[in-house]
């Protein structure tokens, strides 16, 4: 017992000092100019070029360690990184850096008439705690974007990615350097003791917010610890609904990319739903090419009926997040069928409809409540980097302060500034 005493006692104080120093780098952080900020984060991007095949060595490790362990395909995806993909982690940098400043926007402005002016201006949320799982790239993505954003960021990734990110991490702080910014503006957790995230959950004097990314049991178990503001998504249930007005090669082509793209992001299709009236033209032509991609098909009976190699679905297929190579697919009677099966199984992540009825789609993307909706769109542009937010540190289902892709203005909250020429409240 006194050995676990030791270790614990050892691990929170370890953590309160990663806590201090963010906090220490915050305050600084707060008054960067942009042309800092910038000059850290095009380093950061030359840097993690530089380094692109240890980065990749390391990650090969990471690799080989995960499928030792089991880990499944869709998250040795997510964790696999090769020269493209590092490639497009300095691209994301460099994009942020082209990004206006967010931190000093006067969001609103306004005159009172004893002549007191007040401005809304947009400030630092502080410091920034992201607990992540399997993908490293959100090693650079959340650490750029909390820099560009003002805050300092403390960073804790998974075990599966521990060199990975470890090896991007360095990249982060030759790129702080570079632009005089102090090095604890972004520390990576440096271990991979479960119990770290305990104690990352219960510094609210040191974190202001914290983001989760990665399965369910991760983001169910921040939310219930956490002492701080979380943002944060549960699942990633997404559907496509080809309406009765869909032209069917658009329809083909939006549900393959939907679904087939990478089917181990939070943005991939889950569920396919057709209108009944136009099931005959669509199912056929649609699963036939989802087959062809690798997809395994759950349907309802009307699904069956029209296409027998699908397997029957159940009723928790309506509600399942496969991160696979699988898709339900369900026969519903008509736009409101389809909202109503939205609303109902749904997790106000990203759903998107198909059709060439504007009246239609205009509907569905006023009232389907998630926190990204398209039209005639693949649902895998649930992406901040694709929204031009040159990278997100994550997406938001809830409904405060952040919804969507969290970039750069997510990242930061407001004070109000008052200016007067003497006067005092009346008694």
């Not at 942020?96 to 007040?118: C, F, H, S």
């Not at 702080?176 to 102090?182: D, I, Q, R, T, Y």
């Not at 609210?204 to 399965?215: L, S």
């Amino acid at each position: 017992m006194a050995t676990v005493l030791d270790h614990d006692t050892d691990l929170n104080r370890r953590m309160e000092e990663l806590g201090r120093r963010a906090r220490a780098a915050a305050r600084r952080l707060a008054l960067a100019p942009r042309a800092q900020k910038d000059r850290a984060l095009r380093a950061a991007a030359g840097a993690i070029r530089a380094r692109a095949d240890a980065i990749v060595a390391a990650n090969a490790g990471d690799l080989a360690d995960a499928q030792r362990k089991g880990l499944a395909g869709a998250l040795l995806d997510r964790l696999r990184l090769d020269p493209a993909r590092v490639e497009a982690m300095a691209r994301g940098l460099d994009d942020i850096a082209e990004l206006d400043d967010p931190v000093g926007r006067v969001l609103a402005a306004w005159k009172r008439p004893n002549g007191l002016t007040i401005e809304r201006v947009a400030v630092p949320l502080g410091v920034v705690g992201v607990i992540y799982e399997s993908r490293p790239n959100v090693t650079a993505d959340a650490g750029g974007l909390c820099l560009k954003a003002g805050n300092a960021a403390i960073l804790r990734g998974g075990s599966e990615s521990f060199h990975s990110a470890q090896a991007i991490a360095a990249a982060l702080a030759e790129g702080l350097a570079a632009a005089g910014l102090p090095g604890d503006a972004i520390q990576l957790v440096p271990t991979t003791d479960r119990a770290a995230v305990g104690a990352m959950l219960a510094m609210d004097e040191f974190i202001d917010v914290v983001v989760p990314r990665g399965g369910r049991s991760l983001v169910e178990r921040v939310k219930t610890e956490a002492r701080m503001p979380v943002f944060a998504h549960l699942d990633g249930v997404c559907h496509v609904y080809l309406h009765e007005g869909a032209e069917p090669a658009m329809a083909e082509a939006i549900a393959v990319n939907a679904k087939m793209r990478r089917t181990g992001i939070c943005g991939a299709a889950e569920t396919l739903l057709v209108d009944r009236a136009a099931a005959q033209t669509l199912l056929p032509r649609v699963l036939t090419a989802l087959e062809k991609a690798g997809c395994a098909l759950r349907g309802c009976e009307a699904t069956r009926a029209i296409h027998p190699s699908a397997a029957p679905a159940s009723e928790e297929d309506w509600s399942a997040e496969y991160l696979d190579a699988i898709l339900a697919v369900k026969v519903v009677d008509g736009l409101d069928a389809a909202i109503a099966h939205v609303d109902a199984y749904g997790s106000h992540h990203t759903d998107a409809i198909v059709t060439g009825d504007d009246a239609a789609a205009e509907r569905f993307l006023a009232e389907i409540d998630s926190a990204i909706v398209l039209h005639n769109a693949s649902t895998q542009f649930a992406d901040g980097g694709e929204f031009g937010m040159g990278a997100e540190i994550g997406i938001a289902t809830g409904r405060m302060h952040a919804r969507g892709p969290v970039g750069v203005e997510q990242l930061t909250s407001f004070n109000y500034r008052v200016r007067g020429t003497g006067q005092t409240r009346p008694a």
